[in-house]
Antibody, heavy 115, light 107 residues
Framework: EVQLLESGGGMVQPGGSLRLSCAAS????????MNWVRQAPGKGLEWVSL????????YYADSVKGRFTISRDNSKNTLYLQTNSLRAEDTAVYYC????????WGQGTLVTVSS | ETVLTQSPEFQSVTPKEKVTITCRAS??????LHWYQQKPHQSPKVLIK???QSFSGVPSRFSGSGSGTDFTLTINSLEAEDAATYYC?????????FGQGTKLEIK
């Protein structure tokens, strides 16, 4: 059974940082690209970042480019999102999702940016 | 950027009705279009992959069609549990994008 479990969210002041993690199980993690997708309160889904299975290729939404960094540790079956210089508009539930088609999603982790 | 435009944005429907949601892409994305269902306080769940591929465990009343720029999600014989917001998503171009969502209310 595929499982994705996000962690690392919380409340942080503007300009702060958080490292989000996504622990994967139930599939060959290194064989799949992985996405981060976020959803602001009461809003729709917004794609944030994509990493290839090997980790060699990384892509970002313009809204987070230069502030967020995606990475993965295939030996630990874990995906990461380092979020720096956080802004109020980054407040959202952050989901990790498996594969090009995002066919499995975690339960999400809430990031709140507020002073 | 590939813009995905869903219609309608809101629909109130009765059980057993047939529902059609459309997703139009601003450029040709082949069949790299996926559909998700999200219920309140839950994470999205995939319904259809690559425009028309059904996904394991998804009821057969959900089906998808289309290619290029025009796509459709069809729900046959709507059930009360189908009350949710539905999103399309493309994985053909970067940045990846989502439609704005279609909220289905069951009368």
């Amino acid at each position: 059974e595929v499982q994705l479990l996000e962690s690392g969210g919380g409340m942080v002041q503007p300009g702060g940082s958080l490292r989000l993690s996504c622990a994967a199980s139930g599939f060959t993690f290194s064989s799949y690209p992985m996405n981060w997708v976020r959803q602001a309160p009461g809003k729709g889904l917004e794609w944030v970042s994509l990493i290839s299975g090997s980790g060699s290729s990384k892509y970002y939404a313009d809204s987070v480019k230069g502030r967020f960094t995606i990475s993965r540790d295939n030996s630990k079956n874990t995906l990461y999102l380092q979020t720096n210089s956080l802004r109020a508009e980054d407040t959202a539930v952050y989901y990790c999702a498996k594969g090009d088609s995002s066919d499995y999603w975690g339960q999400g982790t809430l990031v709140t940016v507020s002073s | 950027e590939t813009v995905l435009t869903q219609s309608p944005e809101f629909q109130s429907v009765t059980p057993k009705e047939k529902v059609t949601i459309t997703c139009r892409a601003s450029q040709n994305i082949g069949n790299s279009l996926h559909w998700y269902q999200q219920k309140p306080h839950q994470s999205p769940k995939v319904l259809i992959k690559y425009a028309s591929q059904s996904f394991s465990g998804v009821p057969s009343r959900f089906s998808g069609s289309g290619s290029g720029t025009d796509f459709t999600l069809t729900i046959n014989s709507l059930e009360a549990e189908d009350a949710a917001t539905y999103y399309c998503h493309q994985s053909s171009t970067l940045p990846r994008t989502f439609g704005q969502g279609t909220k289905l209310e069951i009368k």
